[in-house]
């Protein structure tokens, strides 16, 4: 029944922005901690921000450049994308750590956004 869900992603030039948003629906108990990662081909994946309570936390490639936020009555998280270069080009994934319906503490992923940035 619990599902993430990404939307905002697409092609964009060199300098650009874009603005990611995942939404989980189902029976939510506690949301712990959201992240994003992104992942292209021939590389690990790799955690691109978290949100936990009051605390972020950014790779050193995107620090300056995107923000993550979330709306807790919404169920969302979002990243905020600002001055995009090509090699921020990926898959992006969103992941939730959470309790759903008074079931143990479990990680759930989206299926990704492709971002593209070229000129």
């Known amino acids: 029944q619990v599902q993430l869900v990404e939307s905002g992603g697409g092609l964009v030039q060199p300098g650009g922005s874009l603005r990611l948003s995942c939404v989980a629906s189902?029976?939510?108990?506690?949301?712990?901690?959201m992240k994003w990662y992104r992942q292209t081909p021939g590389k690990q994946r790799e955690l691109v921000a978290a949100i936990s309570g009051g605390t972020t936390n950014y790779a050193d490639s995107v620090k300056g450049r995107f923000t993550i936020s979330t709306d807790n009555a919404k169920n969302t998280v979002y990243l905020q994308m600002n001055s995009l270069k090509p090699e921020d080009t990926a898959v992006y994934y969103c992941n939730a750590n959470m309790r759903v319906d008074g079931s143990p503490r479990y990680d759930y992923w989206g299926q990704g956004t492709q971002v593209t940035v070229s000129s």
């Open positions: 189902g029976s939510i108990f506690r949301v712990y901690v």
